[in-house]
């Protein structure tokens, strides 16, 4: 694969041009990484809206029919299902870890067997989240790990 970057001051608007064969998953994959970088999250902290950048979120996770999205610092609550996320984050780093968790795989910092099959995450800010039994052989083939 080759990549070519040209810079030009001139040029208001980014633009990505791609040039291939045939489009193959791992380009897919690239294409969707890209158009995530536009993608925004909304959930509200304290009584306001805000726009969440997808790549600072660490799990999403529901409690009491109650949406949760977490970051390093804050907890904010959406108005989304669980399964809506799952679809609009599927194709940009976030795997379903349970009947009521999303997590961010670039977040995950260790793995750990646990008791039946499951598999104990450490994210890089030291939570610990459970992927059941049912989600754990995903897991490590997402992550590349036997």
Known sequence: MEIVIHSDRDIEEMR???YCRKLTPELEKVIAM????EQKLTGTYEGET???DPDKVLYI???DKKTFIYTADKVYETALKLYELEEELSCAGFFRGGKSTIINLRHIESLKADLN???????DNGEKLIVSRQYAEELKKRLGVK
């Open 16 to 18: 990505i041009d791609i």
């Open 34 to 37: 890209l158009k995530m970088l």
């Open 50 to 52: 805000c726009f969440l």
């Open 61 to 63: 996770d529901t409690t």
């Open 117 to 123: 099959r499951r598999i104990q995450v450490t994210l």
